[in-house]
């Protein structure tokens, strides 16, 4: 969470959170809070009319063999970039 968070503070002042971190049969997920709203991205020319979304969706498994040393593993993303009014310019899934 420390690398997402240096990483997100370059685009915005919205803190990013993720929903867990423990072995679980659900997935966990890392986005900017509050959940399922664009951001404001800081921008040199465009006076911060774009707003950007993302959802990172993550799964943690075991090791192979290990009881406990665990990894986690991307299973699923999703990167928007909007306009002011939200309609979507720039889609990644």
Known sequence: ???ARRITTCLTDQPVRATGYALAPEFHS?????IGRPV???T???GGRLRFLFKLDNTVA???GE???FEVL???YSYQVMDAGEHEL???H
């Open 67 to 69: 009881r406990t040393h």
């Open 44 to 46: 040199a020319n465009a």
């Open 90 to 92: 720039l889609a990644y």
């Open 74 to 76: 991307s299973v699923a």
């Open 1 to 3: 969470m420390a690398e």
């Open 30 to 34: 890392v986005t900017f809070v509050p």
């Open 40 to 42: 404001s991205l800081r």
């Open 62 to 64: 075991r090791l192979d």
